[in-house]
Nanobody, 127 residues
């Protein structure tokens, strides 16, 4: 099993920045890809960004390209999401996840199932 713990959420004004962190523990050697998803009130959970654990390949949702950056620190078993130029529509609970499959699996879109999830951290962007 892999345990994921997110941190770094909060309240920020539109145009501001936040950095989310996700710490992984347990059988981390089994992880191939880590990602971030978000869920706004009344909406389905949606993909935000993903990164391969080795090699650092990345993949972003169109809605965050150029504003968000995903990165990882293998030595700390951590993944980060730097969020800049935040908009009110970015308001959501952000979830970290991890999977044993390759980054390309994250391109499957809605309906794909993933191995591990964190508990989520709230991000609120005020206008």
């Amino acid at each position: 099993q892999v345990q994921l713990v997110e941190s770094g959420g909060g309240l920020v004004q539109a145009g501001g920045s936040l950095r989310l962190s996700c710490a992984a523990s347990g059988r981390t050697f089994s992880i191939s890809t880590m990602g971030w998803f978000r869920q706004a009130p009344g909406k389905e959970r949606e993909f935000v960004a993903a990164i391969s654990w080795s090699g650092g390949r990345t993949y972003y949702a169109d809605s965050v390209k150029g504003r968000f950056t995903i990165s990882r620190d293998n030595a700390k078993n951590a993944v980060y999401l730097q969020m800049n130029s935040l908009k009110p529509e970015d308001t959501a609970v952000y979830y970290c996840n991890a999977d044993r499959r390759d980054l390309t699996y994250y391109r499957l879109g809605p309906g794909a199932e993933y191995d591990y999830w964190g508990q989520g951290t709230q991000v609120t962007v005020s206008s």
